[in-house]
């Protein structure tokens, strides 16, 4: 009964460092997507993924790369991390779509 | 170009009284679909209301009700009788169905302040 599930949920990196965040999904859905959101503001889209297989940027891609590993998993990767992507990283899914979208519980992920 | 606009930073209404948040959006694909989230400051997102594009009534949920103007591409969020639990931020977004190969996009959000 997992639904989304995103890890770490903490994270401090140092600038330059690298991680990859993970997200895997137990709903059976088609369309998985990586947000940010920064305090006090909205979600904006970082990438997004229709299906198994295919991937698309989104608002804010730069200084991010993704992996659709298969139909459950969608990883973000920060190559080269700044202090500029200090925020916290919500996963989601999408079933059909007049269907609401599904969240993690967020990374809350700091660059010092 | 798709976009979400919420104008509204901040809004405050009075327990038992209703609100109307706005949204306007903005998109060239004929079919779309508009969210409603509320995020506590727990930080969930939870989904309150959905309207499809060719929807002909306003979609209502409870104590929500979308009042969807398709022609001034508006999705106004209307919360009746407010709780002190509505205090929350809420999210309007926009899923494209054909063009934007399901691409979903958030507006900067309302902050809803319910006051006793």
């Known amino acids: 009964n997992a639904g989304v599930t995103q890890t770490p949920k903490f994270q401090v990196l140092k600038t330059g460092q690298s991680m990859t965040l993970q997200c895997a999904q137990d709903m059976n859905h088609n369309s998985m997507y990586w947000y940010r959101q920064d305090p006090g503001m909205g979600l904006r889209l970082i990438y997004y993924?229709?299906?198994?297989?295919?991937?698309d940027k989104g608002e804010v891609p730069n200084g991010y790369n993704v992996s659709r590993l298969n139909k459950r998993e969608f990883s973000l990767r920060l190559e080269s991390a700044a202090p500029s992507q200090t925020s916290v990283y919500f996963c989601?899914?999408?079933?059909?779509?007049?269907?609401?979208?599904?969240f993690g519980d967020g990374t809350r992920l700091s660059i010092l | 170009a798709q976009k979400i606009t919420q104008t509204q930073p901040g809004m405050f209404v009075q327990e038992k009284e209703a609100v109307t948040l706005d949204c306007t959006y903005d998109t060239s694909d004929p079919s779309y679909g508009l969210f409603w989230y509320k995020q506590p400051s727990s930080g969930e997102m939870i989904f309150l209301i959905y309207?499809?594009?060719?929807?002909?009534q306003n979609a209502t949920e409870g104590r929500y009700s979308l009042n969807f103007q398709k022609a001034r591409k508006s999705a106004n969020l209307v919360i009746s009788a407010s709780q002190l639990g509505d205090s929350a931020m809420y999210f309007c977004a926009m899923r494209e169905t054909n063009t934007g190969g399901f691409k979903t996009i958030f507006g900067a959000g309302t902050r809803l302040f319910v006051k006793a």
């Open positions: 993924s229709a299906s198994e297989g295919t991937t």
């Open positions: 309207q499809g594009s060719y929807d002909q």
């Open positions: 989601a899914t999408q079933g059909y779509s007049n269907q609401p979208q599904h």
